[in-house]
């Protein structure tokens, strides 16, 4: 039997509860489809629309809600979601399992650069000229996302630690179906010894690939929109990988193959997760797909 950490993407959740409850019930499926066939799964999700929007609407109130209570937020509801969706479908399916979803908090440098250059684009998409206008009343940044609108910028670090990695991994062991490090993690600092929440927003496949690596799972499959990763993506000359060694991984990002709000960060975070010491394989490929990815029919493969 395979652990399996599955990073789901939170644009995959949609814009709104009654979307999300129906994406989310299609992702349970699909990794319903997983646990029938004997893999024991730790779900990771991404939040990027649900905390800009969870923002936006607390600070619409008497005070500015901090970064780390709005991904609290939204580990809550989303892991909501997905929970009861994944029950409804065991039920269906007569598959015994428990699910629980743990609000899980993220370890990261108080020094990394990524709180002086702000990259992570969360929340709705605007318009240039209506991205410019908000930078120009709140001097919050905004910048173009992949050529899908503007989005506010949020500090990204990288994830050093999961606080509850030995609950989860204890979870793992009785074969609960575990959710956590939703929204790449409630971002922590380390003031000696004291734990203090940061203004920030963890990318979820650099968090979901230390979980992997902390629970020693053995496969990281981090879910897109495509079947597979693609060169020259986009163009006449567009190929599709089915399998690549790390070796080759890196040469491709030197070659700037990888949009960086896109495909990028997937990448890094699969390299992240094989170079570790536990580190077995990591997949990309899309939701639909998933069955036939981990058995190698589909999605791209990313070993040493």
């Known amino acids: 039997m395979s652990i399996i950490v599955v990073a789901l993407g939170g644009n995959a959740l949609g814009n709104n509860v009654t979307e999300q409850i129906e994406n989310a019930a299609i992702a349970a499926s699909s990794i319903a489809d997983l646990i029938d066939a004997g893999h024991n799964v730790v779900i990771a999700h991404g939040n990027g629309p649900q905390v800009g929007v969870i923002k936006k609407q607390m600070d619409a109130g008497d005070f500015e809600m901090p970064m780390a ?57 605007y318009s ?37 990695k030995k609950i989860i ?8 179906i575990t959710i956590a490090c939703g929204g790449g993690g409630i971002p922590v600092v380390d003031n000696n010894g004291v734990l203090n929440g940061a203004s920030a927003v963890i990318d979820k496949d ?3 690939a230390k979980l992997a690596e902390l629970i020693e799972a053995d496969i990281l499959f981090i879910l897109t929109a495509v079947d597979q990763v693609k060169l020259n993506f986009n163009t006449p000359d567009e190929k599709s990988l089915a399998q690549i060694t790390v070796a080759e991984a890196k040469q491709y990002i030197a070659e700037k193959h990888f949009a960086p709000g896109s495909m990028l960060p997937k990448i890094e975070a699969a390299l992240a997760f094989v170079e570790s010491a536990g580190g077995k394989k ?23």
Request: aromatic letters at 6%; proline letters at 4%.
């Open 206 to 208: 650099f968090a979901a």
């Open 128 to 164: 240039e000229e209506d991205a410019r206008k908000m930078m120009a009343e709140t001097g919050k940044k905004y910048a173009e996302d992949a050529g899908r609108g503007w989005r506010l910028m949020a500090a990204s670090p990288k994830p050093i630690d999961i606080r509850e």
């Open 282 to 304: 990591a997949i990309i490929g899309s939701l639909q797909k998933a069955s036939e990815a981990i058995g190698g029919k589909s999605g791209t493969i990313i070993s040493k």
């Open 69 to 125: 209570e709005c991904t609290a937020m939204s580990q809550g509801y989303i892991g909501y979601h997905i929970s009861q969706c994944l029950t409804n479908e065991f039920k269906t399916r007569g598959i015994k399992k428990e699910v629980v979803t743990l609000l899980t908090q993220v370890l990261v440098d108080a020094n990394d650069p990524a709180f002086q250059n702000p990259t992570k684009p969360i929340g709705n998409f």
């Open 169 to 176: 991994k204890k979870l793992v062991d009785s074969n609960v």
